[in-house]
């Protein structure tokens, strides 16, 4: 086995990584093309910059992604190290000082006798040796081909269209009806009705509500089978009703026609505690996003695990490219970690380094690779990419519509209370955390 493990990329996946191999004995080799080469988006050339925030979001345990940074505390995290020590008030939420922060980062690597840090370019994978490659969303072009190279041409995407996501508790069942277009299949689309009011007044708000401005970087180019639903509006006020709110071959058993218009509901995961809004990527800003859907009846008080969004963005298929253990089906020597896995947000990516890292180190020191319980914040991010449909795979960030219900709500007519059901799912993640800690330190 190589002594020396390579990671390609020095962000917040790529530096977590790095210190999960280091803690373990192993020696690393960072690449990270800062300030030789920047990206469009970041400004430095300090490992770790974070370039859109400078919240880690919210910092509760009854949170799930305040889960996951509590169990990256307690799995040795140094981003959560640096994050807690460059802290800045910002209530509830955990936000910090980013040029304190990438410099603690930065610091912390550079002075570790068991990391060198290379600053240049990688564009292809090396041909030797356990590699993991986290070079998150801007994934260079020649790297990204020879990544396709070994996934596989139909795997890789360079574009992100995401549609929201609801969960499933905080829709109104009453307002809604299962069905298939003419009756095909098992009816496990969830469809919510409009009528020609209601759908008029959707689209006069859709059409007058705020957009996310575009980055420095982006282009507004997109896709003609991605078009954010805004422009598909802007097209004229009956484009949704032939596009992805078309009505026809449903009929609503309550009135027995099919109504004006219809938005289309998928379940997004197999417990069905997840639903997909078919066709409505966006970049309204999400607190538009939240006054104008929920104007679709049977929506009125959608909560949501997941908003919508478009940009550019650099992931694999991961249900068909990755192992639980992050690393590539094709070539089990090369880890992916960070977004580039189909994890969306700052902590989810920081998190697959995290994983990536551990399993790397386990495989030169020849033990077993380890995949976290589904109970915990970590193995709900990657029971997702193992299990999401991949005809319809989007990069997901951490909720509690991943995690397997609460024992609790079994058998119960009525549900406990939301607070109370994410109060027991993170204390039972966190006992299976330190249990499966237990066993991993002992093999």
Not at 152 to 168: C, K, L, S, W
Not at 202 to 219: C, G, H, I, S, T
Request: overall charge positive; glycine content about 8%; some cysteine.
């Amino acid at each position: 086995m190589p002594e020396r493990v390579t990671v390609i990329g020095g962000g917040l996946a790529g530096s977590e990584a790095t210190w999960q191999l280091v803690r373990r004995g192993v020696r690393v080799r960072l690449y990270e093309m800062r300030p030789r080469k920047l990206t469009p988006a970041h400004r430095t050339g300090k490992l770790a910059e974070l370039v859109c925030s400078n919240s880690l979001r919210s910092r509760e345990i009854t949170s799930a992604v305040g889960l996951l940074k509590e169990e990256m505390r307690r799995l040795g995290s140094l981003i959560m190290e640096a994050a807690l020590a460059s802290e800045v008030p910002a209530g509830k939420a955990l936000a910090v000082d980013r040029e304190l922060f990438a410099a603690y980062v930065t610091r912390r690597l550079e002075e570790h006798p068991l990391v060198e840090i290379v600053r240049e370019e990688v564009s292809r994978i090396p041909p030797e040796g356990l590699v993991i490659v986290a070079t998150g969303p801007l994934t260079s072009e020649a790297l990204a081909q020879d990544l396709k190279r070994l996934t596989g041409e139909d795997y890789f995407h360079f574009y992100d269209a995401i549609a929201p996501i609801v969960y499933a508790d905080s829709i109104d069942w009453d307002r809604v009806f299962r069905a298939d277009r003419y009756g095909k299949g098992e009816g496990a689309y969830v469809n919510c009705p409009l009528t020609r009011e209601e759908y008029e007044r959707f689209v006069e708000e859709l059409l007058r509500a705020e957009k996310v401005p575009l980055k420095d970087f982006e282009e507004p180019r997109y896709f003609e089978g991605c078009l954010p639903i805004e422009v598909m509006a802007e097209r004229g006020r009956d484009t949704l009703r032939f596009g992805p709110m078309k009505p026809k071959g449903l009929i609503d058993p309550r009135t027995g026609r099919e109504p004006y218009a219809v938005v289309q509901l998928r379940p997004e995961n197999r417990e069905g505690t997840l639903y997909n809004m078919v066709g409505f990527q966006t970049k309204l800003k999400y607190r538009e996003q939240e006054r104008v859907f929920r104007l679709i009846p049977g929506l009125e008080h959608a909560e949501f695990a997941r908003y919508g969004s478009i940009h550019r963005n650099s992931f694999v298929c991961a249900p068909r490219v990755l192992k639980p253990t992050l690393q590539l089906r094709s070539c089990e020597r090369v880890f992916l970690a960070g977004q580039i896995t189909g994890v969306e947000g700052y902590v989810e990516s920081t998190a697959m380094g995290l994983i990536a890292g551990i399993n790397a180190a386990r495989l030169i020191r020849g033990l077993a690779s380890v995949v976290p319980p589904p109970e915990t914040a970590h193995g709900a991010l990657i029971r997702y990419l193992m299990e999401a449909d991949p005809r319809h795979f989007q990069p997901m960030n951490n909720n509690w519509g991943l995690f397997p219900p609460p024992a609790s709500d079994s058998g119960r007519r009525r549900k406990l209370p939301k607070r109370e059901r994410y109060r027991l799912l993170a204390e039972r993640a966190l006992q299976a955390l330190e249990k499966w800690l237990r066993e991993i330190d002992e093999a």
